[in-house]
């Protein structure tokens, strides 16, 4: 399961406080994502890089930013201005923007009161 | 943009019984459809692809079919176990320049024994 890890496994915040969650991966991939987990629903895409320093809104990227200063690293800030935060975040890296596999994190289950 | 439908939403079979999972697409485009299959708690994991090229792939007791006219593709588990026990979820995307994959809303396997 090495390769993609995502820290920290739960996180508890207040309404109305930024959090970051972390993804790093040393797989030398370019590519990184942001998926939202809902109960009953699919994969969300939230952001995308493609390479370092460069990264594109996914389907639902409000109330979210990221950054890609790093190709091993691709943070997630959850921002106040997210509606409805509370879910299961996984991160994910590819070898490049073709067909090749997906690898996706062991995810963060972020809950918000 | 492409759009991937994914029935059942839930499935329960007997062990030793086949399960059928079938998706549709909405881009005669995309020419890449892997599977992933989701553990309880656990990160999402291929567990088998097929590309444009073939409409029939075979792994063990896991197979996808594709058939482009129609646009869908189904995956067949056969002799179940109950360590299928999971969330399957299929995804779509085209091979050209960099492409998101499109994933399908999910099926929820139960295997009894």
């Known amino acids: 399961d090495g390769g993609i890890t995502q820290s920290p496994k739960y996180l508890f915040r207040k309404e109305g406080q930024n959090v970051t969650l972390s993804c790093e991966q040393n797989l030398n991939h370019d590519a990184m994502y942001w998926y939202r987990q809902d109960p009953g629903q699919g994969l969300r895409l939230i952001y995308y890089s493609q390479i370092v320093n460069d990264f594109q809104k996914g389907d639902i990227a409000e109330g979210y930013s990221v950054s890609r200063e790093k190709k091993e690293s691709f943070p997630l800030t959850v921002t106040s201005a997210q509606k409805n935060p509370t879910a299961f975040y996984l991160c994910a890296s590819s070898a490049s923007g073709s067909s090749y596999e997906q690898y996706f994190g062991p995810g963060t289950r972020l809950t918000v009161t | 943009g492409e759009n991937v439908e994914q029935h059942p939403s839930t499935l329960s079979v007997q062990e030793g019984d086949s399960a059928v999972i079938k998706c549709t697409y909405s881009d005669s485009a995309s020419n890449y459809f892997p599977w992933y299959k989701q553990e309880l708690g656990k990160r999402p994991q291929l567990i088998i692809d097929i590309r444009s090229n073939v409409g029939e792939k075979k792994d063990q007791r896991i197979a996808v079919t594709l058939n482009k006219t129609a646009k869908h593709f189904s995956l067949h588990i056969t002799e179940t176990q109950p360590e299928d026990s999971a969330v399957y979820f299929c995804?779509?995307?085209?091979?050209?320049?960099?492409?998101?994959?499109?994933f399908g809303t999910g099926t929820r396997l139960l295997v009894s024994p």
């Open positions: 995804a779509a995307k085209k091979n050209t320049g960099f492409q998101k994959l499109v």
